[in-house]
């Protein structure tokens, strides 16, 4: 179902909160990342995910 | 390769979602902590759009189909499974008390908007005057946060606040909530929302308690 067409702000927040979460959050294990270095790698997927993929989170909305 | 989406407890059934680029996803038993990989040939993962979302998806999937989880963060695919059994055994304890922490508990996530800037103030006639304008500007808007933090924050388990960063997002916040609790929080979120008809509140969730999944992170 298309939820809330006309809330685009919230719906951008929740892209934006839900790929911080991946990316930013959660749990890590390995000792030995270089986290500098993946931390910057990262914040520029991570943009670029955001340019990408609004129309994502409606397919998503539509498949959940 | 092999990809690690979250550390669950109480896994049942594993719920019926694919991975990364379609990959199967299956658990690993690992003392009394259950990991849900997946495997893949080849080189790192990068954390595409459709990786990221994938990865979401299956962690989202779990969350509704265990006692508590931890998402793991999308980083560095481990070599093998000795590569990751040996960083889960080293971290047993911080996992089982995040584990914890985290049981019959979801994430909810705010982030308030303050009304359009206001320029510089017009009547600031000297140098000293503008700043001591900005500097009361700044201390208003730290107050307002923390106003409108703090009887959320009461409501929660645990809370992560981060410092704005940007001048206009006044709160950028998640709150760790007991499942039960949920609606409450909303209502005092809707609450502050009409105490502040000028701010924009945005409230997502329930979110897998992504922002409360730590161990020894160092």
């Known amino acids: 179902m298309s939820e809330s067409p006309d809330r685009p702000l ?3 927040i929740t892209l934006l909160e839900l790929v911080d979460r991946v990316l930013n959050k959660g749990v890590v294990l390995s000792g030995d990342i270089t986290l500098s270095v993946a931390d910057v790698d990262l914040v520029y ?15 998503l909305h539509e498949g959940a | ?33 259950e990991l849900v990989v997946s495997e893949h040939d080849g080189a790192e993962l990068e954390p595409t759009e459709e990786a990221v979302l994938a990865h979401a998806r299956v962690v989202d ?37 995040a584990l914890s922490h985290v049981r019959v508990r979801v994430e909810l996530g705010l982030r308030v908007i303050g009304a359009s800037e206001e320029g510089p103030p017009p009547e600031a006639a000297t140098g000293r005057a503008y700043m001591e304008a900005r500097l009361e500007a700044v201390a208003g808007a730290e107050r307002l946060a923390k106003d409108l933090h703090e009887p959320l924050a009461a409501l929660a388990a645990d809370s992560t606040h981060s410092v704005a960063t940007k001048p206009r997002l006044l709160v950028s916040a998640a709150y760790l909530v007991e499942t039960g609790d949920v609606e409450r929080f909303r209502v005092e979120v809707a609450e502050l ?17 992504y922002s409360f999944a730590t161990a020894a992170e160092t």
Do not use: K
């Open chain 2, 1 to 33: 390769m092999i990809h690690l989406y979250a550390i669950a407890e109480g896994l049942g059934e594993l719920p019926a979602v694919e991975g990364i680029g379609g990959a199967e996803i299956r658990p690993r038993t690992l003392d009394d902590l």
């Open chain 2, 193 to 209: 929302e009409r105490a502040h008809p000028d701010l924009t509140f945005v409230c997502t969730g329930p979110w897998p308690p």
């Open chain 1, 45 to 59: 997927v991570g943009l670029r995910v955001l340019l990408a993929s609004v129309g994502t989170l409606e397919r």
């Open chain 1, 10 to 12: 919230e719906q951008q």
């Open chain 2, 61 to 97: 999937a779990l969350a509704a189909a265990t006692t508590a989880l931890l998402p793991a963060r999308f980083t560095r695919t481990f070599e093998d499974e000795a590569a990751l059994d040996s960083a889960v055994r080293g971290q047993l304890d911080n996992l089982r008390r």
